[in-house]
């Protein structure tokens, strides 16, 4: 039976951030220049805090800049935003991790905190098994809010939903694998089997107590 590798996506499968590079690409930077600064001492916040005001600030911040779009402008920005992002931020040696587990025949799955619109893109562009992203919500008029469809796709929401579609698989693993950058996710790492710190900050940071790339032991692909 294969193995479940689960990869988060902003700073882990790629160089930085993601999220304010497709708001801009979808509303433009006035817009988003502006949300940001009506939204700036409550992201300040957010950044320090964490959880439920991260994910509350997020929100608002969407709606700000998202509310009334068209879901058709949203995938068509998608397409094209996911597309370049790929080409331009992958890190090669957690890209190169990733064909690892695909050549093994491993199940390969992203699961990120930005908008699935997008994340999905660069999951078909990569060859994964599944995109595990935050869902927006879109009116009847095929027009998206800004807020939710669910939840925002970090911490215990990213294990809850993981362990949400390997039970819908009905295909258990051996081994699950996960890697990650961020306190966002910790809790995934946590419960894997075998989780990796793929984090700049290294012994520094939030995933500190987990292994990085080059001190995990490989089985024969």
């Not at 193995?3 to 979808?26: H, K, M, P, R």
Request: charged residues 25%; hydrophobic residues 40%.
């Amino acid at each position: 039976m294969a193995d479940i590798a689960a990869f988060d996506f902003d700073g882990t499968l790629t160089e930085g951030g993601s999220v304010y590079g497709f708001l801009t690409a979808l509303s433009g930077s006035h817009k988003v220049v502006r949300a940001t600064a009506a939204l700036s001492p409550r992201l300040a916040y957010a950044a320090l805090a964490g959880g439920k005001a991260a994910d509350e600030t997020k929100q608002l911040l969407f709606e700000k800049v998202m509310c009334g779009t068209s879901v058709e402008h949203l995938n068509r920005t998608a397409s094209s935003y996911g597309t370049d992002h790929v080409a331009k931020h992958l890190r090669p040696d957690v890209r190169a991790r990733l064909g690892w587990h695909r050549e093994r025949g491993d199940r390969v799955v992203i699961v990120s905190a930005s908008p699935e619109a997008y994340v999905k893109v660069a999951g078909e562009l990569l060859g994964v098994d599944a995109v595990i992203a935050t869902r927006l919500e879109v009116m009847d008029n095929a027009t998206v809010t800004g807020r939710y469809d669910g939840h925002n796709c970090r911490g215990e929401e990213k294990l809850r939903r993981l362990r949400e579609w390997i039970d819908d698989s009905g295909v258990w693993p051996d081994q699950l694998w996960s890697y990650g950058n961020s306190r966002g996710d910790l809790r995934m790492l946590r419960a894997s089997d075998i989780g990796v710190n793929v984090g700049r900050l290294g012994r520094l940071g939030k995933l500190r107590s987990f292994p990085g790339l080059s001190e995990t032991a490989l089985p024969p692909a």
